[in-house]
């Protein structure tokens, strides 16, 4: 895994964690992470990952609906 390093302003202290955290959960919504890579940026489990994404109003289920309604038609 790369390293980065961010500067974020003093002024959110404690949410640091929390800045990971938003930044992993965008990441899995535009695909570009599985829900285990965002988990571990985010030093989570992926079961607590999971539970914490709706927090930065990410949906869990990362699949387009269009898609969903094609599965749905073949079944």
């Given at each position: 895994m790369?390293?980065?390093i961010l500067q974020?302003?003093?002024?959110l202290g404690e949410q640091q964690n929390d800045?990971?955290?938003?930044?992993?959960a965008k990441l899995y919504e535009s695909g570009k992470l599985s829900l285990g890579q965002a988990a571990e940026m985010a030093e989570l489990s992926k079961r607590t990952f999971a539970e914490?994404?709706?927090d930065y109003g990410v949906s869990l289920l990362n699949y387009p609906v269009?898609?969903?309604l094609d599965d749905a038609r073949r079944i």
């Open positions: 790369t390293t980065i974020v302003p003093d002024s800045t990971v955290r938003f930044i992993a914490v994404i709706g269009s898609e969903m």
